[in-house]
């Protein structure tokens, strides 16, 4: 038997079999925005158009709530002190952590205004914040308020 590579085997100018041939890659085609991106993007328009002129209305009482994300303690609490203040005063808008909140935070004020009530960098359990009865708070803010 004579001995036989696979170079030896190969015909002229074939390429080995296990070599792998690059395939021309197709060409990106740019879509068309379809009909319910624009539709999207009309909303956020006149969500934007809302908003201004809501900014524009100085009757309107802006509150501002901060409240930390580390704890749902000072969420349940921010959105107790929501529902009770748009249901207590009309025309009041009251707004959860229009920026990013700080650490250990929960803060309740009125935008450009006074601050009702400010607990900075509590520490856990949170005591100060949970020994707070809400229903008091909320009273408190209305009567400030009016």
Do not use: W, Y
């Not at 696979?6 to 879509?31: M, Y």
């Not at 808008?93 to 009530?117: A, D, H, M, S, Y």
Request: charged share 40%.
């Amino acid at each position: 038997m004579d001995r036989r590579t696979r170079s030896e085997t190969q015909q002229n100018g074939a390429k080995a079999a296990g070599s792998v041939t690059k395939l021309a890659s197709p060409k990106k085609v740019k879509r068309k925005k379809s009909e319910v991106e624009t539709e999207t993007e009309s909303e956020k328009k006149t969500k934007k158009e809302e908003e201004e002129a809501e900014a524009e209305d100085s009757t309107k009482r802006k509150i501002v709530i901060e409240h930390c994300k580390q704890c749902n303690a000072f969420k349940t609490r921010a959105i107790q002190v929501k529902e009770g203040l748009e249901g207590a005063v009309p025309g009041v808008t009251v707004t959860l952590n229009p920026e990013k909140p700080r650490r250990g935070c929960f803060e309740i004020r009125e935008e450009g205004g006074q601050t009702f009530i400010s607990l900075l960098e509590m520490k856990r359990p949170f005591a100060p914040m949970k020994a707070l009865d809400m229903e008091e708070v909320i009273e408190d803010i209305i009567n400030k308020i009016k």
